[in-house]
């Protein structure tokens, strides 16, 4: 099975800052990753897929980039409402999920 | 508007069994292949398995295999997931998700609300 590690699993930021997490797979997953966004008690919500599209009404300030087995996530202007946790997923061979990353206020 | 509405979780004892449905409307579900995820209280989140459109293919997470059973009706729009031998660590919110895809990628989106499985005596 394909595993997913993401870095950091914790993060303190302030509004403004440039965040950026990674993703490792176990193996090469070509381009099939994608990136969601989870606030408390709600449904996951897809921010990009493919590794570096981004979802139709997910703002700009959001990107992906890697391919293979590294991957990153970055917040260009990190906003109140993007205080969250986030999620890599791998769509290559079955579905994996990386354990999260916690984005808190500083 | 693209809509995923799970029902049936609830309270049940270790070794009891239990079915999850999700209502899916504003597409035509059976043009999609579809998910199963959960997330124990807390945690982070796990797929559970997957059905393709026409049923052809369906895979399970090793967590899961043997004791749980995806299927869906296409004429109903409905997605089931039939759950036995339930264990304390099958608690969890079980969310279902529609799986998109292009000539180069894969992804879930939407997701339902989810509903809340609590196996507990």
């Known amino acids: 099975d394909i595993q997913l590690t993401q870095s950091p699993s914790f993060l303190s930021a302030s509004v403004g800052d440039r965040v950026t997490i990674t993703c490792r797979a176990s193996?090469?997953?070509?381009?099939?990753l994608g990136w969601y966004l989870q606030k408390p008690g709600k449904a996951p919500k897809l921010l990009i897929y493919?590794?570096?599209t981004l979802q139709s009404g997910v703002p700009s300030r959001f990107s992906g980039s890697g391919s293979g087995t590294e991957f990153t996530l970055t917040i260009s202007s990190l906003q109140p409402e993007d205080f969250a946790t986030y999620y890599c997923?791998?769509?290559?061979?079955?579905?994996?999920f990386g354990q999260g990353t916690k984005v808190e206020i500083k | 508007e693209m809509q995923l509405v799970e029902s049936g979780g609830t309270l049940v004892q270790p070794g009891g069994s239990l079915r999850l449905s999700c209502a899916a409307s504003?597409?035509?579900?059976?043009?999609?292949?579809m998910n199963w995820v959960r997330q124990a209280p807390g945690k982070g989140l796990e797929w559970v398995a997957y059905?393709?459109?026409?049923?052809?293919?369906?895979y399970y997470a090793d967590s899961v295999e043997g004791r749980f059973t995806i299927s869906r009706d296409n004429a109903k729009n409905s997605l089931f997931l039939q759950m036995t031998s339930l264990r304390a660590e099958d608690t969890a919110v079980y969310y279902c998700?529609?799986?998109?895809?292009?000539?180069?990628?894969?992804?879930?989106?939407?997701w339902g609300q989810g509903t809340l499985v609590t196996v507990s005596s």
């Open positions: 193996q090469g997953i070509s381009s099939f």
């Open positions: 997923q791998q769509l290559n061979s079955y579905r994996t």
């Open positions: 493919g590794a570096s």
């Open positions: 998700a529609r799986e998109s895809h292009s000539s180069s990628s894969f992804w879930f989106d939407p």
């Open positions: 059905i393709s459109s026409s049923r052809s293919a369906i």
């Open positions: 504003g597409f035509i579900f059976s043009g999609y292949s």
